[in-house]
């Protein structure tokens, strides 16, 4: 008797994983084992479980790695101040290589190299979880329906689901839900609908889910102090915090004054042009507060080195080298710029403004002794700057 192939599918429970689960039973004849990670989306995830089992999966594995996203993933990449062509928080994308990690994981130890997922031949996140899957798992085959199958609608994917009596959500089923979402600890984001067409403005209704307008947002400003060890925030307002618990109150904190919505067209990496609107109050407070904690602690140089070199990381995390060897590399380099990065920031939230109140670090290479524009007693002698500018201008007056 033939052997049954196990394959560890990357399932969310959605409409288009839970066709793909059904379709990699019928097509390719593999028992199905599904792989759940709570990163923080919000979402109750007994029913995830609840619809593979009632489509005949035997092992379901969910796991809990709200902690390791933010402390190991979120955390290092904040500490560069990453965003992607200027904007973007990459909240999407930092999350693959952790969920490529576990389906790697879990292919070992149930003795298959098969793993599927449910990324479009369009997106970039089949990139990233085969880049990542392939490079901590070198043997490793992957499935990716999308890549495969004639299912490329919404009107497809439901009929394949009401013929092969696979639930589907009701509001997806009357067209409810117009938007391709994706949701964690660190964004929500948005495509699809009528944000494809570029003229269109971003509706209030289906998006927004985390961030009050700014109509609706409190009249009074709320001030919050942040405190950072070594490039990482511990704490608010003195209250010391896992890193899960305080992105999570910082996403609250946003959300409520209107911080940290985004509506922009990026570059894929496939060369497709794509619209999203993103919601990020709580990495949006942490870059402002970041920055500002590195204004007073970091030397001039190291801190235009990470700005020079922060659009290359920014772009391998969005392209999915996460786990590649120049990544690692940067990420060392980082890492040992933010060893005096400690103390604190407050930071002021009012109607979707991020505004800097104060800042403190023990360690400050901020001298008021030396910038003041009042008696310096001796600490700087100004004469010396003319020779300073002579020299610096020297080549300058070579080229005349």
């Known amino acids: 008797m033939k052997k049954v192939k196990k394959i560890i599918l990357a399932y969310s429970g959605g409409l288009d994983t839970s066709v793909i689960l059904k379709w990699l039973q019928d097509h390719h004849g593999f028992e199905v084992i599904t792989f759940t990670a709570d990163i923080g989306q919000g979402e109750e995830l007994s029913p995830a479980r609840e619809k593979a089992m009632r489509l005949g999966v035997k092992k379901i594995f969910i796991k809990d790695l709200r902690e390791e996203f933010v402390k190991d ?3 290092p990449m904040f500490r560069a ?30 003795n298959t ?19 990542g899957a392939y490079a901590l798992f ?5 499935i990716a329906p999308w890549r ?27 067209g409810d839900a117009p938007f391709s979402m994706d949701a ?8 699809g609908g009528e944000l494809e067409d570029t003229k269109n403005s971003a509706p209030e209704k289906g998006l927004w889910r985390i961030t009050n307008p700014i109509e609706k947002t409190p009249s009074k400003p709320e001030d919050l102090k942040i405190s950072f060890k070594n490039g990482d925030p511990i704490s608010i307002n003195d209250t010391k915090l896992k890193p899960h ?27 497709i042009k794509s619209r999203g609107c993103y919601e990020t109050p709580g990495g949006t407070i942490l870059l402002k507060a970041r920055r500002a904690m590195e204004s ?10 990470k700005d020079d070199l922060m659009p290359r990381y920014a772009r391998l995390i969005y392209n999915g080298y996460w786990w590649a060897p120049e990544r690692y590399a940067l990420q060392e380099l980082i890492n040992f710029t933010q060893k005096l990065v400690s103390g604190y920031v407050v930071v002021r939230l009012h109607k979707g403004n991020v505004s800097i109140r104060s800042r403190y670090s023990p360690k400050s290479m901020y001298k008021r002794q030396l910038s003041t524009f009042e008696d310096d007693q001796g600490s700087f002698n100004q004469k010396d700057a003319e020779g300073f500018i002579k020299l610096n201008a020297l080549r300058m007056r070579i080229n005349k």
């Open 81 to 110: 101040n990453t965003v992607y062509e200027g904007e973007y928080l990459l909240g999407t994308s930092i999350a693959r290589p952790l969920i490529a990690k576990y389906l790697v994981e879990i292919a070992k130890k149930e």
């Open 113 to 131: 190299n098969l793993i599927a997922h449910g990324a479009t031949g369009k997106g970039n996140d089949q990139i990233r979880f085969e880049l």
């Open 138 to 142: 070198p043997n490793v085959k992957i």
């Open 184 to 191: 964690n600890l660190l964004h929500i984001s948005y495509e």
């Open 296 to 305: 007073i602690t970091l030397d001039r140089e190291l801190t235009h080195l």
């Open 245 to 271: 618990e305080l992105l999570s109150l910082l996403n609250k904190k946003g959300g409520l004054h209107g911080v940290g919505r985004l509506d922009m067209v990026e570059n894929r990496y496939l060369g």
């Open 73 to 75: 993933f979120v955390f």
């Open 148 to 174: 495969e199958w004639e299912l490329n609608s919404r009107e497809k994917l439901l009929n394949y689901a009401v013929t092969h009596n696979i639930p589907v959500d009701f509001k997806k089923r009357k």
